[in-house]
């Protein structure tokens, strides 16, 4: 390599980053990536005084600091005042009319995380500073350095501050928490807290793992001449920063109105946490007749959305026995609305969390729900105790069959391969949707069954017959003969269910499927590095199927005989066609079952997955389509109607 192809380098891998970071929506693979930026590193190593201060390996936090130091902003960080419902919108508005009777506003989300100033100077990131008292922060310029939606250089040479809010995704959030469950540290309460907590890391690498996400909101000290705020922030977006999720200009009440009501209904769809809609006047002219309070500037207000964390009485704490054996903690609550879901269940995660949050039952709670955050206590008011609150021992016992529970710190586990719950939880996973789909065989057949003692493991089900099944309550002739015949229709099943019904820990739909296509059924027989060799599967998931295989080998031989599940056919038979390799995602309601349509796009060699991420490669939608329709528009996915499929199949 030689300076003009480094150069050249680090403008492609700014490029490829600014696609997968800014615009969700990446233009290579991550082989291409590493590759490029391992020889971009070497030739770095290699010539230390020609690194560019734009290059991706500046960003790798290898700084630990003694302490931050304080820094001023160039100009004041201000808050914002908040408005609760219509009738308050209305009443700032009123406020705002008086000053300027022609002004339009500038909607966009109010994200729930960390505020940050970004100081550029001719075209390079100088400081990044938190918000502290608003005229005084911490110098986190090196953390903020790791932040891959924070461009190191931009396209503008004058002074320029540039405010957002530094969030971590729910996704990312609940990634984060259950690693730290594993390691046994402290919890994150909330994304929020979460992302501070990431932005004022001392060793600049741990903000480096935690994937923050820098959103603009504003500006701060600037000389632009633009004079509304929404071409202001179009001129940001165009510098190399994130777009809002949803924005838009509009006037009057009612327009805002609508607006707030859409952002709050796509709000679980949306990857970050909002906590309201900030409405801003959006002629620059007029924010400059309003003016400031003491706290807030009169041209803005925060719209909340209803909360999602709400007080609650935690009543009891219930042991769940999984299909593992694994003790799960359950919290139930005082039923409480949050955000137009009634919360009456939350996790708890495990007991060494019970202990460490000090929770009783009888404790008044904090309770977050958001989306795809599952409900979870997220902080218990000790101050509010009035001496009738009773602490959970760790349980010795099993709940369910009695026998004595191995305590192996944060789990603890039912050892017994008998024990009701564990037969019937894991019988209930072998017949459900996602493993073989058998029609009939749902929760409370599967207890009936198994208290009249006919079903006593996940093999017993083969040998039911009509005279078994008719001496049971409750079974009729129909209703039996349904069940025999769902039990024999899932016998030559496809191999990938028959291993994921398999239940083994830490392999799902998608790694079952990518062991069936590599070993067909020989999957018994990989060893650790064959196992470890498929994309997808790592070291704790290599090693709980060797030893499931270890454990279980006749059990898999037998119902391999039973089931005679079938190895697909090598891909390479399917034609070319539009949904090949495809990642394809459906979602609403379509003029044929969802699973028919679903074996045909397989047959195609599309792969089908459950959820939208700019990995996904399109979105058939039908009718009512929501919350999965309005994340791929969101992350830029292409979306077909299924009249777009057939179209395209038809070609
Ligand atoms: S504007 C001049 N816009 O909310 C107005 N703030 O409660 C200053 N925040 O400190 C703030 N999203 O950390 C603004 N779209 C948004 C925001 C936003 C989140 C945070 C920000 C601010 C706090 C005020």
């Known amino acids: ?126 400081q990044a500073i938190t918000r502290g008292d608003g005229v005084e922060g911490e110098d986190i310029t090196q953390n903020a350095k790791t932040i891959k939606s924070i461009p190191l250089t931009i396209d503008y040479k004058e002074s320029i501050e540039i405010r957002g809010e530094v969030v971590i995704f729910k996704s990312e959030f609940e990634r984060i928490n259950s690693d730290r469950l594993r390691n046994g540290e402290n919890l994150f309460a909330n994304p929020r807290n979460a992302a501070a907590g990431s932005l004022r890391q001392l060793d600049s690498s741990i903000t480096a793992s935690r994937n923050l996400v820098f959103l603009p909101y504003g500006i701060g000290e600037n000389s632009l001449d633009i004079s509304h705020l929404s071409q202001r922030m179009e001129f940001i977006y165009s510098l190399g920063f994130k777009i809002p999720p949803h924005r838009g200009v509009c006037e009057g009440f009612e327009a805002i109105e609508a607006i707030y009501e859409e952002m709050k209904e796509s709000r679980d769809g949306y990857e970050m946490m909002l906590d309201g809609m900030v409405v801003k006047v959006d002629q620059i002219d007029s924010q400059e007749n309003m003016g400031y309070t003491v706290k807030y500037p009169r041209w803005a207000v925060a719209y909340k959305f209803p909360a999602v964390e709400k007080i609650t009485t935690l009543k009891d704490i219930i042991l769940q026995v999984g299909r593992s054996g694994v003790i799960t903690p359950v919290a139930i609550v005082e039923p409480t609305n949050i955000d137009g879901v009634v919360v009456e269940r939350a996790t708890l995660h495990n007991f060494d969390e019970i202990q460490r949050k000090d929770i009783r039952i009888n404790d008044q709670v904090i309770i977050l729900r958001s989306g795809d955050v599952i409900p979870k206590i997220i902080k218990v008011l000790t101050h509010e105790r009035k001496g009738s609150e009773k602490e959970l021992k760790r349980p010795t016992k099993c709940p369910v069959c009695g026998s004595e529970l191995l305590d192996e710190g944060a789990l603890i586990k039912c050892q017994n391969l008998t024990c009701k719950a564990r037969v019937v939880n894991s019988i209930i996973y072998f017949a459900s949707k996602q493993c073989l789909n058998i029609d009939g065989l749902g929760e409370k057949i599967v207890k009936a069954l198994f208290e009249a003692g006919v079903v006593a493991s996940v093999e017993d089900i083969f040998s039911l017959t009509l005279e078994k099944l008719l001496a049971l309550e409750g079974f009729k002739e129909k209703k039996s003969q349904n069940l025999l015949d769902s039990i024999e229709n899932i016998k030559g099943c496809d191999c990938w269910r028959f291993i994921n019904a398999l239940g083994i820990e830490h392999i799902g739909e998608v790694a079952s499927k990518s062991l069936c296509s590599v070993f067909g059924l020989s999957f018994v027989d990989a060893s650790k590095e064959q196992l470890i060799a498929i994309d997808g599967i790592g070291e704790e998931m290599a090693e709980a199927v060797l030893e499931f295989v270890r454990v279980n080998r006749e059990h898999i031989v037998r119902l391999q005989n039973v089931l005679n599940p079938k190895i697909p056919s090598p891909k390479a038979e399917v034609k070319e066609n539009p949904f090949k390799g495809k990642s394809v995602v459906l979602t609403g309601s379509m003029s044929r079952p969802r699973d028919e349509i679903k074996k045909m796009l397989e047959t195609l060699g599309a792969k089908l997955v459950g959820s939208v991420s700019k990995k996904t490669d399109m979105v058939i939608y039908g009718e009512d389509a929501g919350s999965k329709y309005d994340k791929a528009i969101e992350l830029g996915v292409k979306t077909l109607t299924e009249d777009e499929m057939r179209g395209l199949l038809d070609e």
Not at 1 to 25: C, Q, R, S, W
Not at 31 to 46: M, T
Not at 86 to 110: G, H, I, N, Q
Request: some cysteine.
């Open 1 to 126: 390599m030689n300076y003009e192809t480094y150069k050249n380098g680090v403008e492609k891998l700014n490029t490829y980053a600014y696609h997968y970071y800014v615009l969700d929506n990446p233009i290579t693979t991550d082989e291409v990536y590493d590759k490029l930026y391992h020889e971009v590193l070497e030739y770095e190593q290699e010539n230390p005084s020609s690194i560019l201060e734009n290059s991706p390996t500046q960003r790798v936090g290898d700084m630990v600091l003694e302490g931050f130091s304080k820094a001023n902003h160039k100009s004041r960080m201000w808050s914002l005042e908040d408005v609760f419902n219509a009738d308050d919108l209305s009443k700032w508005l009123t406020r705002v009319y008086k000053f300027d009777e022609d002004v339009s506003f500038y909607c966009e989300p109010k994200y729930d995380g960390a505020s940050l100033n970004l100081i550029y100077e001719n075209g390079r990131l100088a």
